[in-house]
């Protein structure tokens, strides 16, 4: 579906039959797949492509974002098995080094630790991308993902039809 003036959510008009009361009209029918039907420009099409894009590198950021909370934590796991072990061999201060200095510490400047970071993406930055990507996707493509790429397969399925 074409862009409308309005942030209004679009109403679907395209299942009429009698055979169809009680579906539910939002549900994917046969069809609902076709880049065709949804009749978007080029420049649309391109446009959804970049926020899809853009939504599954922040996702992959947040998995990264995890990897490292989990490494630091694995990190941090290492210096608690050090410290009992420095200790009893005779090395205090580093042993309380390690208790007092580095265990309850967070990993920035301003003491937030790896699980607060990843928290602050997660309700912020991410959520937000989310958001917009489903908002674009649902304003330009009937809330239809992956806009381009089903073009793409429609058009390799056909080349591929007309050359048998």
């Known amino acids: 579906m074409a862009s409308t003036p309005t942030d ?34 080029a420049m649309e099409t391109e446009a959804l492509h ?19 909370h989990h490494a630091v934590g694995h990190g941090m796991d290492h210096l608690d098995s050090a410290e009992p072990k420095l200790r009893e061999s005779g090395h205090e201060r580093l042993a309380d080094r390690l ?3 580095l265990l309850p510490r967070g ?20 959520a937000d991308v989310t958001k917009f990507g489903q908002d674009a996707h649902d304003r330009l493509a009937d809330g239809q993902r992956h806009v381009a790429e089903r073009s793409q397969e429609t058009t390799w399925r056909d080349r591929a039809r007309d050359e048998e």
């Open 50 to 68: 970049e926020v899809e894009l853009a939504t599954e590198w922040t996702q992959r950021a947040h998995g990264h974002l995890l990897a490292f």
């Open 8 to 41: 209004e959510p679009t109403e679907r008009h395209d299942v009429d039959s009698e055979d169809d009361v009680g579906h539910d009209e939002s549900a994917p029918t046969a069809g609902d797949d076709d880049p065709e039907r949804l009749d978007l420009t």
């Open 99 to 101: 208790r007092d200095d």
């Open 107 to 126: 990993v920035t400047d301003d003491d937030r630790w790896s699980y607060d970071i990843v928290e602050a993406f997660q309700t912020a930055f991410l």
